[in-house]
């Protein structure tokens, strides 16, 4: 039914297609999910949930699975397929063929070093790009972890306060996984390199994606409103310095500095991967952004028209959104 169970030859996954039965009342179904999934602990649970509920857009995202690593298995690393479905490893894997059905439209892909980044892209002007994609998992320590929504009986959300006391979650998630990627030796510092980040596991109430890159690449933060003495007004945006997390405050900034001048860009969503399957869920939130670094010692000429973009420079800053729709290769 999809070629990419046949590739992992694997019958006890194939056995739980269609386990939850459409019949079957919606207060049943999350206990009987929870039931069955606890037999297969090694396998990942959203993984699970698709294979098991077969309601169209699962099938569809199941189907553009098994049509995208048919048409790039030889792009990916080696037993992408297995970890894929392993525990905690299906967003990631997912991330991944979304970028790389992306960037495919944009050039060809080049064999590279297995110390290398997931993709290297050849553009048509032949200039070589490196993508690392990556998707960030949820903080551990309790006191850093998102706020989520209490949708219990006769609970309310109480959650309030200033969009940076809500987004400090994900901008410390997304903070620490850019900084454990750019200080990695295993990328050639003579090519652009743009980092592909996903942060959808972090997110609790809410993700104002531009507020969130804004504050870690260039400083900038809150909307700000300043009255003037001839009574007019004017707009702007906070100027940032440091975030805080558990440990104290660290710089924010980076893109203004020297220290990540060896990234091109950034690609970032907090959107789960799976909305981005064309014709499923589609872009929900504020889909997909990208962010080319103003001080890049190697910068990326690539135009991802299916992106809205952030441009920050010394005399402008402006959001642009994406000039078209994301067409699949797949």
Known sequence: MYPFLDKLNDQE??????RVKPEMSDRLVPEFFKRVASKYPNYDETLL????????????????????YAKFQQVYDGGFLKKLVSKNGFSSHMWEMVICDILSGYGEFVPKKASGSDFLLRLRNGEEIQVEAISINEAQEGGIRSARPDFSVGKLVTHGGKTDDLERAVLLRFASGLKDKAHTD????????????????????ISRD??????VLFGLGNDTITKHADGSYSRGLEQKMEAFGKTGAFKVGWFRGTEYAHISG??????EPRGFVPDGYSWHNYGMTYVANPNALHPANIDFKCMR???VTEQEYCEEDASSTFTSSV
Do not use: C, E
Not at 13 to 18: D, N, S
Not at 199 to 205: D, K, L, P, Q, Y
């Open 13 to 18: 996954l194939k056995a739980l297609i269609g």
């Open 49 to 68: 949930w698709l294979l098991m509920y077969q309601h169209d857009n699962n099938q569809q995202v199941l189907k553009y699975i098994s049509d995208n």
């Open 186 to 205: 295993t990328y050639d510092k003579n090519k652009p390199l743009i980092v592909a980040i996903n942060t959808s596991r972090a997110v609790g109430f």
């Open 210 to 215: 531009n507020f969130v890159l804004r504050w």
């Open 266 to 271: 950034v690609i970032y969503s907090s959107q």
């Open 309 to 311: 973009k952030l441009i």
